[in-house]
């Protein structure tokens, strides 16, 4: 979370957090006004509508599990990561660990992708959307399943998946945080994650709009995102 220097530390513990919760969730809306404008063109995708989200069986797992995501793609949290009945249970065959303390319990059963970084204000998880994003999408053209976690995945595990739908479903920031939070309640990626996420959006709407320039494409077409080099 982003460290401040005003005078939080005078207010008792529990005046305290509550102030803190009420900025950080007056920040956020003040994010997703932002991006609310709209930075891509028409022919993006759209999600799977929350009735047909809801028939698929896979959905309706026990309390206090990962949810599923996409059907490839589960969200969860260290002590998810450290129960090998359930991510053999949800049929998981990779995972992304986006912490830099949390073991890897199975490194002989399962594929492992590392993202070392701290849940703060000054940590670049930016830098590693593309190469989660290429793992992600490695797997499950291998026919398989990923899960993703960090401490309490809560934070920088929910910012990897926000930027997965972002990039591969070509929505903007809130519809695709909307999304994760109808399936986990408790997503909360911290201002600076948000802010990144909000750059990275902008970033792949001026690749898109650089490329239907140059291949005077027009407005009704499909649009598909280029892959990094």
Known sequence: MLAGNT???????????????????????????????GCWCDGEKSFPSTQEWE???????????????LPFLYLGSAYHASRKDMLDALGITAL?????????????????KSIPVEDNHKADISSWFNEAIDFIDSVKNE?????VHCQAGISRSATICLAYLMRTNRVKLDE?????KQRRSIISPNFSFMGQLL?????WAISVNKIMTRDQVTSNSQIFLPRPK
């Not at 005078?7 to 509550?18: C, K, Q």
């Not at 959905?59 to 599923?68: F, G, S, Y």
């Not at 992304?96 to 492992?112: D, K, L, T």
């Not at 750059?199 to 970033?203: E, H, K, R, V």
């Open 7 to 37: 005078s939080r530390g005078l207010l008792p513990a529990g005046v305290r957090f509550l102030w803190w919760d009420v900025c950080h969730l007056a920040s956020w809306w003040v994010l997703v006004g932002l991006c609310a404008s």
């Open 55 to 69: 028939r698929s069986s896979r959905n309706l797992l026990p309390a206090h599990w990962p949810v599923e995501i």
């Open 96 to 112: 992304i660990n986006v912490s830099a303390n949390c073991p890897n319990h199975f490194e002989g059963h399962y594929q492992y």
């Open 143 to 147: 026919g398989g399943r990923v899960f």
């Open 176 to 180: 695709a945080f909307e999304f994760v």
């Open 199 to 203: 750059q990275y959006l902008a970033g």
